[in-house]
């Protein structure tokens, strides 16, 4: 019984091909990887948004094929990949219900018009602001504020100094801020 071509190349010659731009290479990786990277999101996910976590992270693969680096290997990093994005999927959502419990039950009382900021309009703003941060300080500011690690725990988990994460952390604190001004009672109980 023959097995399709792109199943029997190993996975880093796969990606050497990948990242020389071929697209039946990436469709060989995409088939074999999809439907397991599929499942293990559902642990932490539905599976709906499972799908959308995977593909997410394929497309980053292939748009950024020429910069990624892996320090063991290319499964170990699209599992490892997947199951940021759904922590990162999971941290979002559990802002919005910060967000909502702040507002609808803490905030309303402060504020003479309670319809001042309703709850969508809110949540876009703080996660468009999370989107625009570089990769780096998102990530270190997401880890420490809704995982609550400590900037040691995020060191570990990066690979960088604890100096590094606290630079991180405070980058972005003054990059929101900057962008969400306007919100900042709101920001001092959320952040």
Avoid at 94 to 108: G, N
């Amino acid at each position: 019984m023959r097995k399709d071509k792109g199943y029997r190349i190993s996975d880093e010659t796969l990606f050497l091909q990948i990242r020389h731009g071929c697209g039946k290479s990436f469709d060989a990786l995409f088939k074999k990887y999809y439907p397991v990277l599929w499942a293990y999101t559902r642990q932490f996910i539905e599976p709906e948004d499972g799908e959308e976590v995977v593909q997410d992270v394929m497309v980053w693969l292939w748009e950024n094929r020429r910069q990624v680096s892996f320090e063991t290997s290319l499964k170990n990093y699209l599992f490892r990949a997947v199951r940021n994005r759904c922590l990162s999927l999971i941290d979002r959502n559990e802002l919005k219900r910060k967000v909502y419990h702040i507002v609808h039950e803490k905030m309303s009382s402060h504020f003479e018009n309670p319809d001042f900021y309703d709850y969508e309009e809110l949540t876009r703003r703080i996660e468009e602001a999370l989107t625009r941060l570089p990769e780096s300080y998102r990530e270190a500011f997401e880890l420490n504020r809704f995982h609550q690690l400590t900037y040691k725990e995020i060191a570990e988990r990066l690979n960088v100094s604890p100096k590094t994460v606290d630079y991180r952390i405070q980058q972005a604190l003054k990059q929101l801020k900057v962008e969400l001004k306007d919100l900042l009672p709101i920001l001092f109980l959320v952040l």
